[in-house]
Nanobody, 118 residues
Framework: QVQLVESGGGLVQPGGSLRVSCAASGSAFRLYAMAWYRQAPGKQREWVAGISAGGITEYSDSVKGRFTISRDYAKNTVYLQMNSLKPEDTAVYYC????????????WGQGTQVTVSS
């Protein structure tokens, strides 16, 4: 069993930056791939970025070059650094873990709200 707790969401102006974090419980953290998803109001949940157990990263086209996913094995934490934020990045951001960086995920966090607005 893995528990995921996100933090760091908030309100930021367009063009600004924000980092969200996801703290994972349990020693299995290093075995799992991790991912960030987001869901905007009235839209389906979409995959944003993923990082394999070995640290290989992948990004959706909509965030490539602006967002960076990373993981700290000592802290059992995965991060999403978001730069050059746009209003369309506004969503609830969810952390997830599983055997792959996207697709079927085994565990989900509760989500953290990110709002990009002036």
């Amino acid at each position: 069993q893995v528990q995921l707790v996100e933090s760091g969401g908030g309100l930021v102006q367009p063009g600004g930056s924000l980092r969200v974090s996801c703290a994972a419980s349990g020693s299995a953290f290093r075995l799992y791939a991790m991912a960030w998803y987001r869901q905007a109001p009235g839209k389906q949940r979409e995959w944003v970025a993923g990082i394999s157990a070995g640290g290989i990263t992948e990004y959706s086209d909509s965030v490539k070059g602006r967002f960076t996913i990373s993981r700290d094995y000592a802290k059992n934490t995965v991060y999403l650094q978001m730069n050059s934020l746009k209003p369309e990045d506004t969503a609830v951001y969810y952390c997830a873990s599983g055997w792959r960086t996207q697709g079927l995920m085994n565990y989900w966090g509760q989500g953290t709200q990110v709002t990009v607005s002036s």
